[in-house]
C-alpha cells in the first residue's frame, strides 16, 4: 500500500497559538518521525510526504532557508534511526535551485538508507507534478525514443519503480492537490481532514486506512 500526504496546515497552527511559522514547521518535522513510524507499524509499504513545492519559493526568504534548515536538520539527525528501523528514504524533486547542502543531504540520505526494506519514505522537495512531467518529456525528447504510452511514459518520472498511491490525504481543510503527484493520483481515493499537520495522529491515519478499505475502487470498470 501506498499511502501520499500533503503535509498542510502548520503555519495556521503557529498562528492559533500566537507563535510565528517556523514553530508550526517545526512541529511539523516531528510529525514526519511519527507518522513514518505509524505506518511502518500499519505495514504501508511507501510513504510519500510533501515537503516543499515549487510554488513555496514564492514565500520569504527566511521561511524558505528554514525549512531548508530544518530539512537538513532532520535528516542528519534521524538517519541512524531510520537505518536501525529499515526506513529507506528517497528524494523526489528537482535538484536546481536547491543548496548545495540540502543536495548533499539528499545524496546522503538515499546511499546511506538504500538497503532499507520496511517501509520507503520518499520526501517531495522542490516537487511539482507539473515539473515532474516536463522532466519526464526532456528526457524523452533527448533520449531520442519515439514510440511512447503510459507504461513507457511512466519510465521516465522521478520514481518510475514505485507503485500509484492508494490514497492521498491532506490536512488542515484545504481542498486541492496543489500540483502533487499529478500522474501518479489518476486513481487514488482522496482524504481530506480538517486537522492541521502539527495535530494529525496515529488514530486519523487509522481511520482514513478504515474508510478507505470501505470504499469501492472501480478504476472506471462496473
Ligand atoms: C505546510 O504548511 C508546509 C509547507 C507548505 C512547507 P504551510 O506552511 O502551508 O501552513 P499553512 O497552510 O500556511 O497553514
Ligand atoms: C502544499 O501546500 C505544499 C506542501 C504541503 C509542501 P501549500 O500550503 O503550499 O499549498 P497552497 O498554496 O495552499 O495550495
Ligand atoms: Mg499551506
Known amino acids: 500500500m501506498h499511502v501520499a500526504i500533503i503535509m498542510d496546515g502548520n503555519g495556521r ?8 511559522r517556523i514553530e508550526g514547521h517545526r512541529r511539523g518535522a516531528m510529525k514526519v518521525e511519527s507518522v513514518t513510524e505509524w505506518a511502518a507499524d500499519l505495514g504501508i509499504d511507501y510513504l510519500t510526504l510533501y515537503a516543499f513545492s515549487t510554488e513555496n519559493w514564492k514565500r520569504p526568504w527566511e521561511e524558505v532557508s528554514f525549512l531548508f534548515e ?17 526506513v529507506r528514504l ?6 536546481d535551485k536547491l ?5 548533499d543531504v539528499w545524496d546522503m540520505v538515499e546511499r546511506e ?4 526494506k ?22 524523452i525528447i533527448s533520449s531520442g525514443v519515439k514510440d511512447i504510452d503510459e507504461q513507457t511514459f511512466r519510465n521516465y518520472l522521478y520514481l518510475p519503480d514505485m507503485p500509484d498511491p492508494d490514497m492521498v490525504i491532506r490536512t488542515s481543510g484545504e ?6 503527484l499529478l500522474w501518479q493520483i489518476a486513481y487514488s481515493e482522496l482524504f481530506f481532514i480538517k486537522k492541521y499537520w502539527p495535530d494529525f495522529e496515529k488514530e486519523d491515519l487509522v481511520g482514513i486506512i478504515e474508510e478507505f478499505k470501505r470504499r469501492n475502487r472501480r478504476f472506471g470498470g462496473l
Open 90 to 95: 528517497r528524494i523526489i524533486g528537482r535538484r
Open 113 to 116: 538508507t538504500s538497503d532499507g
Open 99 to 103: 543548496p548545495q547542502k540540502v543536495l
Open 70 to 86: 530544518l530539512f537538513v536538520e532532520f535528516m542528519k539527525s534521524k538517519i541512524e534511526k531510520m537505518k536501525s528501523e529499515g
Open 13 to 20: 497552527w503557529a498562528r492559533e497559538r500566537g507563535l510565528p
Open 118 to 139: 520496511r517501509i520507503t519514505l520518499a520526501v517531495a522537495l522542490n516537487y511539482g507534478g507539473r515539473s515532474e512531467i516536463t522532466d519526464a518529456v526532456k528526457k
Open 175 to 180: 481542498m486541492r492537490i496543489s500540483n502533487f
